[in-house]
């Protein structure tokens, strides 16, 4: 089969990004030494005995992580444990049961506003944090930063390498840090559970799971007794599986069951169009608090997604699911180690693990993902009869 890649202009200018990347990070840098700096305050003298866990990515990084923050909570109990979180999941993901303080930070407002950048520095110097872990998949200036001035005694991270920070920021950052993973594994859970084991020399109970503590709310919906549940577009749009793809395989799958699309409010036309004229297929994209989203999951009969933070939701439950997830970084995130490999639908290619930074005029390892095989997983995993 002959895969059209793209033209080398198109790849000479990915290398660009990279480096205007890198050169974001080397001003975000010295803006920290030049505004920032000067005006922290001085470290406490009083014990340090709290700990912090930032995790400012995405739902499904956040959501991943739910095992250790479990973990860490069991054997951490007798200090206030904070979670750094982006600010979109402040008091709307977690339960009153989650044994965290939650601190909200808006990542704009802390790339672009010195002033909102100097307060939130200062507050995370005020906890008294003995260990800070930065569990955040994607080192970054501002993950690196929030960790090594928070003036913990102990600072964690999951690996020395970063896609984001040119060598010379890498280097001084790891210089500041006390325990770096050196795993080779990619899977950020198997990562997340050698920085534990690292630490407290205990392996993970795995079955510390997020059940009671994701909030879940029953959307004021008149629902099936049993529906199907479809998240059809990942916050990145070269992770998608073609619109027609999912149009067929809703008509099909809706045959025999409601099925119902999940998705942002920006996503709302993108899911008229699979939904359009499909009489048992209803478009839920921007009517539902991300609570409800999570209650219509924990009770489908199946889910069906992308690599994307919904599918991380579906495994959490342990649902019957589909993912469509491609290669960009195959076995980083998806599939769980734990996790059968045929509920997750890709091509394979020998350039998989390319960071999404993808060699072809598609990603070829999504889209040559037949109908025919997504809906044949879906029918074995549930009773279509």
């Not at 200036?141 to 600072?155: F, P, Q």
């Not at 970084?329 to 769980?336: C, L």
């Not at 180690?337 to 290619?349: N, R, S």
């Not at 390319?354 to 993902?369: F, G, R």
């Amino acid at each position: 089969m002959h895969l059209d890649k793209k033209h080398y202009l198109f790849l000479a200018l990915n290398r660009f990004k990279i480096k205007l990347i890198h050169l974001k990070a080397y001003l975000f840098s010295a803006s920290f030494l030049i505004f920032i700096k000067p005006f922290l305050i001085k470290p406490s003298l009083v014990i340090a005995k709290n700990i912090m866990v930032i995790q400012i990515d995405k739902l499904g990084d956040l959501v991943l992580s739910l095992t250790f923050l479990n973990n860490l909570g069991i054997i951490e109990k007798e200090c206030t444990k904070y979670l750094l979180v982006d600010e979109k999941y402040d008091e709307e993901l977690f339960t009153n049961q989650f044994n965290y303080k939650l601190l909200p930070l808006n990542k704009n407002k802390y790339r672009f506003n010195l002033f909102y950048r100097i307060r939130f520095l200062n507050k995370l110097r005020k906890l008294t944090l003995n260990a800070s872990f930065n569990i955040s998949p994607g080192r970054g200036v501002i993950n690196d930063e929030l960790t090594i001035n928070s003036n913990s005694r102990l600072k964690s991270c999951l690996s020395s390498k970063s896609f984001y920070l040119p060598k010379y920021l890498l280097k001084k950052y790891n210089s500041y840090y006390n325990v770096i993973l050196k795993s080779d594994s990619k899977n950020e859970f198997i990562r997340q559970e050698e920085l534990f084991y690292i630490t407290y020399k205990q392996n993970f109970i795995v079955n510390a799971s997020a059940h009671n503590i994701l909030r879940s709310l029953k959307p004021n919906l008149t629902l099936q007794k049993k529906y199907i549940i479809i998240a059809p577009s990942a916050s990145d749009a070269d992770r998608n599986w073609s619109q027609n793809n999912f149009r067929t395989l809703c008509g099909k799958l809706s045959e025999k069951y409601s099925v119902y699309l999940l998705g942002t409010q920006s996503q709302v036309e993108y899911l008229n169009v699979i939904s359009e004229g499909l009489i048992n297929v209803q478009n839920l994209a921007g009517k539902l608090q991300l609570a409800e989203c999570i209650h219509l999951i924990q009770n489908a009969v199946l889910f069906v997604g992308l690599d994307s933070g919904f599918t991380h939701i579906a495994q959490t439950f342990k649902k019957p699911f589909v993912a469509i997830i491609g290669g960009g970084k195959f076995g980083r995130f998806f599939p769980y180690p734990e996790t059968k490999i045929d509920k997750y639908k890709f091509y394979e290619l020998p350039c998989f693990n390319c960071d999404w930074q993808c060699i072809y005029n598609k990603a070829y390892c999504i889209s040559l993902v037949s109908v025919e095989d997504v809906y044949n997983s879906c029918i074995s995993m549930i009773d279509i009869d």
